[in-house]
């Protein structure tokens, strides 16, 4: 069992950043693939951002690349999503997510989840 914990999340104006962190307990975490998801207001929940157990491998989706950035630090049991030039369809809340297995884009994949965190931006 993985309990994961978002923070980090709040408003901020367009073309701002925000970092959001995952704290993880339980289970260890240097053994886990770890995931960024959202879901924005009468959307479903969308993959955004994984990362392997080493962070050698690193999947973002394309609305995402090249101004998020997903890492981990093992020893510290935490993964972190930067979040940069920030956008108002970014606005969702963001829930990060522990895999079953390698990872993975695939939502269902995934067997723990945090609460979720807040992101809202502004026009």
């Known amino acids: 069992q993985v309990h994961l914990v978002e923070s980090g999340g709040g408003l901020v104006q367009a073309g701002g950043s925000l970092r959001l962190s995952c704290a993880a307990s339980?289970?260890?975490?240097?053994?886990?693939?770890m995931g960024w998801f959202r879901q924005a207001p009468g959307k479903e929940r969308e993959f955004v951002a994984a990362?392997?157990?080493?962070?050698?491998?690193?999947y973002y989706a394309d609305s995402v690349k090249g101004r998020f950035t997903i890492s981990r630090d093992n020893a510290q049991n935490t993964v972190y999503l930067q979040m940069n030039s920030l956008k108002p369809e970014d606005t969702a809340i963001y829930y990060c997510?522990?895999?079953?297995?390698?990872?993975?884009?695939?939502?269902?994949?995934?067997?723990?989840w945090g609460q979720g965190t807040q992101v809202t931006v502004s026009s």
């Open positions: 997510a522990g895999a079953r297995g390698p990872t993975t884009i695939i939502a269902t994949m995934y067997a723990y």
């Open positions: 339980g289970r260890t975490f240097s053994s886990t693939a």
């Open positions: 990362i392997s157990r080493n962070g050698s491998i690193r």
